[in-house]
């Protein structure tokens, strides 16, 4: 089991930024790839980043490319997403997720991540 818990949501103007972190517990995360998803209300659940086990590989949506930074420290069994230039479509809950089942590589598929957090809101208005 794996549990995770996602931390640095909150209020921001447009134009600012948040670091979203992914603390895990339950098993070491270090062989396995983590991924941001976001949901806005009446919306489907979306891709927005994911990282490779060692770090070295990533994938961006095209919404929040060159605008974001997706890292993890396996020493702390912790993932992170940092966002800037936020727009007030960025607002939604946004969800870390890992995937434990399949090979190495980096996903974007909600299907294909078996682990969730709890999500932690993020809000971008003015």
């Known amino acids: 089991q794996v549990q995770l818990v996602e931390s640095g949501g909150g209020w921001v103007q447009p134009g600012g930024s948040l670091r979203l972190s992914c603390a895990a517990s339950?098993?070491?995360?270090?062989?396995?790839?983590m991924g941001w998803f976001r949901q806005a209300p009446g919306k489907e659940r979306e891709f927005v980043a994911a990282?490779?086990?060692?770090?070295?590989?990533?994938r961006y949506s095209d919404p929040v490319k060159d605008r974001s930074t997706i890292s993890r420290d396996n020493t702390k069994n912790t993932g992170y997403l940092q966002m800037n230039k936020l727009k007030p479509e960025d607002t939604a809950v946004y969800y870390c997720?890992?995937?434990?089942?399949?090979?190495?590589?980096?996903?974007?598929?909600?299907?294909?991540?078996?682990?969730w957090g709890q999500g932690t809101q993020v809000t971008v208005s003015s």
């Open positions: 997720a890992v995937d434990t089942r399949n090979p190495p590589g980096v996903r974007v598929e909600v299907g294909d991540y078996n682990y």
């Open positions: 339950g098993r070491t995360l270090s062989r396995y790839a």
């Open positions: 990282v490779s086990w060692s770090g070295a590989s990533t």
